[in-house]
């Protein structure tokens, strides 16, 4: 089992920045990547970001490409996003995730098997 939990989110105007957090916790040796989705009310779960455990791999969905920075810290198991020019269209509860596989589509939500509660972003204009 592997745990994960958010935080780093909150109120932020247009233009601001924010640096959300996903330690990890468990048998964090058997994770391979790691991931950023977010959800806004009536949408569907989207891709942001992901990373593969070693580093060497990073994928970015285009609407964050330049202004996101997911990376992660091994020594303390822990995942980052950092978030910079922020727009209220990027409003949405942020979940992190965790996959035990390197192969797959890294954007598809089903690839991954552990999932943390979330931590809301909201932009005000």
């Known amino acids: 089992q592997v745990q994960l939990v958010e935080s780093g989110g909150g109120l932020v105007q247009a233009g601001g920045s924010l640096r959300l957090s996903c330690p990890a916790s468990?048998?964090?040796?058997?994770?391979?990547?790691m991931a950023w989705f977010r959800q806004a009310p009536g949408k569907e779960r989207e891709f942001v970001a992901a990373?593969?455990?070693?580093?060497?791999?990073?994928y970015y969905a285009d609407s964050v490409k330049g202004r996101f920075t997911i990376s992660r810290d091994n020594a303390k198991n822990t995942l980052y996003l950092q978030m910079n020019s922020l727009k209220p269209a990027d409003t949405a509860l942020y979940c992190c995730?965790?996959?035990?596989?390197?192969?797959?589509?890294?954007?598809?939500?089903?690839?991954?098997?552990?999932w943390g509660q979330g931590t809301q972003v909201t932009v005000s204009s």
């Open positions: 990373i593969t455990w070693s580093g060497s791999l990073t």
């Open positions: 995730a965790a996959d035990l596989d390197y192969y797959g589509d890294y954007t598809n939500p089903g690839k991954y098997d552990y």
């Open positions: 468990g048998r964090t040796s058997r994770i391979k990547a």
